[in-house]
């Protein structure tokens, strides 16, 4: 069983929908939780970043942690064809390396 | 956050060569890590890089195979030596550092071994 299992998708959605994303993890020591966006072709980029259960909100993104129930989502409100990505959660210990999802691959269509 | 920068973007290699790819970072940063990224896959660390001794690696990653350096606070290069085919991936270097303790990657290396 891997660590940290993501549905690798594909997810289609039309432009204005919500998307909504989620990581299950095994490892009841991970503290911290982050969403990274990766665009064709280039690094990944940090969306979210979350060391608590609860929401955290930033403008269209929402973050969502249920450490009770390992359990991480992102929801994307409002979206747009510049959201279509791949977005891959991760986490860590408090040693900043990071386990990943297999990332999901999201296309918002026009 | 930091400016990552990482050389070359890609190459493409033959079997039994190996490459070396540079991380470059315009700030100083305490932590920097390589991840590996194969076909269709999420990422993998193999190591961490740190200043001024041994890298420490991931279990199913060696030395021999990934020599590591990070001479300074601002670089860092990753050896794939005695490359196959399978070595063929995207390598990337992240960063923790600066005002926040989140992690920053770079853009990437694409390899491929033919």
């Known amino acids: 069983q891997k660590e940290v299992e993501q549905d690798p998708g594909p997810l289609s959605v039309p432009e204005g929908a919500i998307v909504s994303l989620n990581c299950t993890y095994s490892?009841?020591?991970?503290?911290?939780f982050m969403w990274y966006r990766q665009y064709s072709r280039k690094g990944p980029e940090l969306l979210m970043y979350?060391?608590?259960?609860g929401n955290k909100e930033d403008g269209r993104f929402t973050a969502q942690v249920d450490k009770s129930s390992k359990y991480i989502s992102l929801f994307i409100r409002d979206s747009q064809p510049s959201d279509s990505a791949t977005y891959l959660c991760?986490?860590?210990?408090?040693?900043?390396?990071?386990?990943f999802g297999a990332g999901t691959t999201v296309t918002v269509r026009a | 956050s930091a400016v990552i920068s990482q050389k070359p973007s890609r190459d493409i290699c033959q079997r039994g060569t190996s490459l070396t790819i540079q991380c470059q970072v315009d700030?100083?940063?305490?932590?920097m890590f390589w991840y590996r990224q194969q076909p269709g896959q999420s990422l993998t660390l193999i190591a961490t890089?740190?200043?001024?001794?041994?890298?420490?690696?991931e279990s199913g990653f060696v030395i021999d195979k990934f020599p590591i350096s990070r001479p300074n606070l601002t670089f860092s290069t990753l050896t794939v030596s005695n490359m196959s085919p399978e070595d063929s991936s995207i390598y990337l270097c992240?960063?923790?550092?600066?005002?926040?303790?989140?992690?920053?990657f770079g853009p990437g290396t694409r390899l491929t071994v033919l």
């Open positions: 992240s960063v923790v550092g600066g005002s926040t303790d989140t992690q920053y």
């Open positions: 490892n009841s020591a991970f503290q911290y």
């Open positions: 979350t060391y608590s259960s």
């Open positions: 991760a986490m860590s210990y408090n040693d900043y390396k990071l386990s």
């Open positions: 700030s100083q940063v305490t932590m």
């Open positions: 890089a740190n200043q001024g001794s041994e890298a420490t690696y």
